[in-house]
């Protein structure tokens, strides 16, 4: 898994950043090489370019060696940007966090209305909020934990599927499991439900 956030305004975000954290690791989640860690980010002040060009391998390798990304966004920077964009061509899960607090939370993405990229983002305001986020994107992405349907489809629903796997450049069961984790993220009844389960 690779976890990124910014350095900006660094002081008001490292206790969400510390958690999202844990709880990646909590979640029995390996952490690549180039990803924001407490022992990186708690030694840096502010944003440093510096470090980021010395990181800038690491950071690439790292979103390209992950099964899944998280993101937190709550400041936004060139480097949160083309990290988002390399997640984006790479075709990882990518899960976006951004702090309620935010003066970005009700923003939406450069991609955001892109019919092309699925993504889950949630907005938070609390730690459970983003346990609860974390754990369900982890499960929902876990190849161990998968279960397999037959599915049966009309012939217009297989033709689009055809039609966008090939334009995607994505394989039909990552486009599957994409439309749902849309649908899952915009259906509130559902992460009610979510919510008590968890609790």
Known sequence: MYFFCSF???????????YIYECIVKNNSEIVKGS???????????FDYAISQSLFDDIMLGIFSSDIVIADV???SMSNGYQ???AIEKKKPLLILVNTRS???KNKLFFEDSKRIFFTKKVYDSQSTIRVAIENFIKNN???????????????????????????????????HNALDYLIERDRDFQKYLLKSNT
């Open 142 to 176: 876990s190849d161990s934990k998968n279960e397999r349907f037959n599915l049966k489809l009309t012939k217009l629903q297989a033709t689009y599927l055809n039609w966008i796997s090939l334009n995607n450049e994505s394989t039909k069961t990552a486009i599957i």
């Open 84 to 86: 988002l964009s390399y």
């Open 103 to 105: 003066k970005y939370a």
């Open 8 to 18: 900006k305004n660094l002081k008001a975000h490292e206790k969400y950043y510390r």
């Open 36 to 46: 924001m860690t407490p022992a990186f980010y708690s030694n840096a002040k502010e």
């Open 74 to 76: 709550s400041e936004r």
